[in-house]
């Protein structure tokens, strides 16, 4: 009788316990993580100290000047919620404003891109409602790898490069943290922040001089972030500042010191889909989020058990869904609060019945978005002519992958589990080095999702003040049989949505464990625009991990698929954690971009 294991390899095990999970981009963000759920926090205290390390350890993939979409589930409510850490547009940011600068399209980097940082706000928020630690406890890690150094990774030493020039003729502030001693930090370099270190610490000590009360401490700080020196100094960088931008022309910033302090993050409901045994949670259509459930709604009407999950089927369903909930995407979706989205609509079973009608053996080459009376723009649609790849030397405004596995911004994304069963999946974003110049007072830089915005009147997504762009940021919470079980995302843009469905259609209907899901090789289509500037489309292109079997390849080829094949280990950087009873389970991207760790 053999002893050996009969499970299937995998790059790593699936990490299992009863104590709590947390699996992050990044190990030391992960550590962090992990450090306080052992001293006594909860999972939104870890949540928040391994957000404010990812910034320090990740500077290429976010930033404070960022973004963030959060999802939680609290035990003690007893329900699940999102925090929309999506700051809106400037008062000032018209497109009236855009087009007398000269402009078609919001420039993917500099000042002209920025909207309200969100993310310090939306942290604040998270450990004053859901958590139980001081603010010291949750930032003083950040403060001391700020300080003291860590290790640089080799994409963010390779970032860097991308940029060197821009920086020393430009961009001269990032350059005096960026290249320290005049040159590009090499890989493993011990790297410090000091600036942003003494912003930080400068925030706690003003939290901490209102008194020992907890509550007291994080409205201080906020006041610091928002009202104070913080919204001071961005202030008067954007008045005062003429930034280059991939424009290839310099503009002064519209974003004010008024606008943060007259914005608060939101709680909301999640958006739901309910597919067999699980209800799927996602942020509202201020995001792109929803593209996954439209995408489990026409899914639903096929039967996908059973079929190999690198088979031609499989793909060939899973890209001709996604290219119709794109599609969607593109001519619905926008910030509810200035725009009636008929989401109802788009996720009802008559609706998807129509739109499953137009799937067939074949490939689409068509761009068809549904119909719904009353609703949604004209997308005027540009194909890519080879120019995406010289963005990068101007900045890197586009938080994706390249469709050969290149980084060109990217984010991160952690989920974290506690001992009690609560949970969080969170995708921090923008303010990466390459976005902006970085604000000398304040040691980071603005963030570039204003770039989202369409300068194309009545569209959903049209520029206006105060309304949030409509973010690739997508993290994802599901219930099973009624109860709380999975929290998982990933960074990558546009593909963002596709590897989450892609990791979940593996989990439900192949029966793979968080780490076989995240390790099988996966794909993404290209035939949609993107969100992010210039905002072009490849049109029936679809790019998939040479890890796909040949034979897969050719059958997709021969039913119209334009094939680009990348690197092994190039599509997606997800993680995941799952909470079955007393069990915990995390695991974590093997993808060898970054370095990165499952939770424990």
């Known amino acids: 009788m053999s002893n050996i294991n009969p499970d299937p390899f995998t ?16 190990w030391i963000a992960t550590a962090v993580g992990m450090s306080i759920l052992e001293k006594g926090g909860n999972a939104f205290d870890a949540g ?48 009236a404003h855009y087009r007398s600068e000269g402009l078609e399209m919001v420039p993917g980097t500099g000042l002209l891109a920025a909207c309200v940082p969100g993310t310090f706000e939306s942290w604040m928020l998270l450990l004053r409602d859901y958590g139980t630690l001081k603010l010291r406890d949750v930032l003083e890690p950040a403060i001391a ?130 597919y067999g045994r699980y209800t799927v949670c996602k942020a509202g259509v201020w995001s792109q989020g929803p593209v996954m459930l439209q995408q489990l709604a026409l899914l639903k009407g096929f039967e996908l058990d059973g079929l190999d999950p690198t088979g031609p089927e499989f793909i060939h369903l899973q890209i001709e869904c996604a290219k119709l909930a794109y599609a969607d995407r593109e001519k619905f979706y926008g910030d509810p609060k200035f725009t009636e989205i008929p989401i109802a609509t788009l996720l009802s079973d008559a ?5 499953r009608k137009l799937i067939s053996d074949r490939a689409s080459l068509d761009f068809t978005p549904g119909s719904v ?6 997308v005027k649609l540009r194909h890519a002519e080879g120019h995406r790849e010289a963005v990068g030397a101007m900045g890197a405004g586009e938080p994706t992958v390249g469709r050969f596995g290149e980084v060109r911004g990217d984010t991160v994304h952690f989920d974290i589990i506690d001992q009690a069963g609560n949970m969080i999946s969170a995708t921090p974003s923008g303010g990466w080095l390459q976005s902006s110049p970085v604000i000398p007072e304040l040691g980071f830089c603005l963030g570039s999702r204003a770039q989202m915005f369409w300068l194309q009147e009545n569209h959903p997504a049209a520029l206006a003040p105060g309304k ?19 929290a ?26 968080l780490q076989e899901a995240i390790d099988a090789p996966a794909w993404h289509s290209e035939h949609f625009p993107i969100s992010f500037w210039p905002r072009t489309s490849r049109p029936g292109v679809l790019v998939v991990e040479d890890r796909v079997p040949e034979a897969t390849i050719d059958t997709l080829k021969a039913r119209g698929h334009i094939v680009e094949t990348g690197p092994s280990w190039s599509e997606g950087r997800l993680t995941a954690a799952s909470k079955i009873g007393r069990r915990r389970r995390a695991a974590a991207n093997p993808r060898g971009m970054q370095g990165y760790a499952a939770g424990r």
């Open 11 to 26: 790059t790593r095990p699936e990490i299992e316990g009863t104590f709590g999970v947390v699996t992050s981009t990044h």
């Open 48 to 95: 928040v100290a391994a957000a404010f390390t990812l910034q320090v350890v990740e500077p290429h993939l976010n930033g404070p000047g960022g973004d963030v979409p959060i999802i939680v589930h609290d035990v003690k409510r007893g329900r699940t919620e999102v925090i929309c850490g999506q700051g809106p547009a400037p008062a000032a940011a018209t497109i």
């Open 145 to 274: 790898y700020a300080r003291d150094g860590y290790p640089l990774v080799e994409r963010a030493s390779a970032t860097i490069k991308t940029v060197e020039q821009l920086f020393r003729k430009h961009w001269t502030t990032s350059a005096e943290i960026y290249l320290p001693n005049n040159e590009v930090p090499k890989p493993g370099t011990l790297f410090t922040n000091r600036k942003l270190s003494e912003t930080y610490a400068r925030i706690l000590k003003e939290a901490e001089s209102a008194g020992s009360d907890r509550v007291a401490q994080i409205e201080r700080a906020r006041q610091a972030w928002s009202h104070g020196f913080v919204a001071e100094a961005i202030d008067r960088f954007c008045r005062t500042q003429e930034i280059m931008d991939v424009s290839g022309s310099p503009h002064r910033g519209v974003l004010t010191a008024d606008d943060m302090a007259r914005w608060q993050p939101t709680i909301e409901a999640p958006l739901t889909y309910d």
């Open 351 to 355: 609706y998807n019945d129509e739109r």
């Open 373 to 378: 009376e009353g609703f949604g723009s004209l």
């Open 468 to 486: 949030r762009p409509r973010t690739t940021l997508s993290p994802t919470m599901a219930l099973r049989d009624g109860e709380p079980y999975l």
């Open 488 to 513: 998982w995302g990933s960074p990558g843009g546009d593909q963002q949505d596709q590897w989450i469905t892609q990791f979940f259609l593996r989990h439900v209907h192949a029966r793979m464990n």
